[in-house]
């Protein structure tokens, strides 16, 4: 409970949180259609397209024959599986929690999804967490990341848990920084969060 009070005014500091709060609805037919999604995304991984394009990129890789032994070794089904680890990997781009947003109706449009201003402390959250070896937060992110990219939609209807993480791993960081600076932090960390969720509770009241 001591830290649930602690923890729960940093949500305050997402205005992806408290946007997705006032979209219920929209959430939950997303969350609905999990196995649709799935089922689509995981047939998509040897779609016949993406075959056809490594068969393509044979051609000429090396030389002028197409099977040349090291076009076929680099060019394979192997090559789309590597892809597919890449896409998963940008799951966790920080810019898309701290600055750009998800580029869907599920990300607060105008402002940063977490304030931008617990970057730093993320990154001090991130360096505490390796330092310490605790694992379990990062196979947690893994296995969060890993239900968004096998139903192939990269939004926060679906990376939420992973904001949530971050947010928790800001609030960490700023755990690390000196008494004075952990105050100067956080008071100009909650007047930028307040600008932010003005400007989005604007921008609902404007669009409304």
């Not at 949500?11 to 999604?37: C, D, N, R, T």
């Not at 024959?65 to 781009?93: G, Q, R």
């Not at 139903?151 to 700023?174: C, D, Q, T, W």
């Not at 100067?184 to 989005?200: E, H, N, P």
Request: overall charge positive; aromatic content about 22%.
């Amino acid at each position: 409970m001591k830290f649930f009070k602690k923890f729960f005014p940093f949500i305050f500091l997402s205005p992806a949180i408290l946007w997705l709060l006032f979209h219920p609805g929209s959430v939950l037919i997303e969350i609905a259609s999990f196995s649709q999604y799935a089922k689509a995304s995981i047939t998509s991984i040897f779609a016949p397209e993406k075959l056809m394009a490594i068969e393509d990129m044979r051609w000429n890789a090396f030389g002028p024959a197409k099977e040349e032994l090291a076009a076929t070794l680099i060019y394979n089904k192997a090559f789309v599986l590597a892809d597919n680890f890449f896409n998963y990997v940008s799951f966790f781009s920080p810019r898309w929690y701290f600055q750009s947003g998800d580029g869907t109706n599920f990300s607060p449009p105008t402002v940063n999804p977490i304030s931008g201003v617990l970057f730093f402390p993320w990154v001090l959250g991130t360096v505490y967490f390796l330092a310490k070896k605790n694992w379990k937060i990062f196979w947690v992110l893994l296995t969060f990341g890993a239900f968004a990219f096998l139903v192939g939609k990269r939004n926060f209807a679906f990376l939420f848990p992973i904001l949530l993480i971050y947010l928790f791993m800001s609030h960490e960081g700023i755990k690390k920084l000196s008494p004075k600076l952990k105050r100067t932090f956080l008071i100009g960390s909650f007047i930028y969060g307040a600008f932010l969720l003005g400007r989005m509770l604007w921008f609902i009241w404007t669009k409304s």
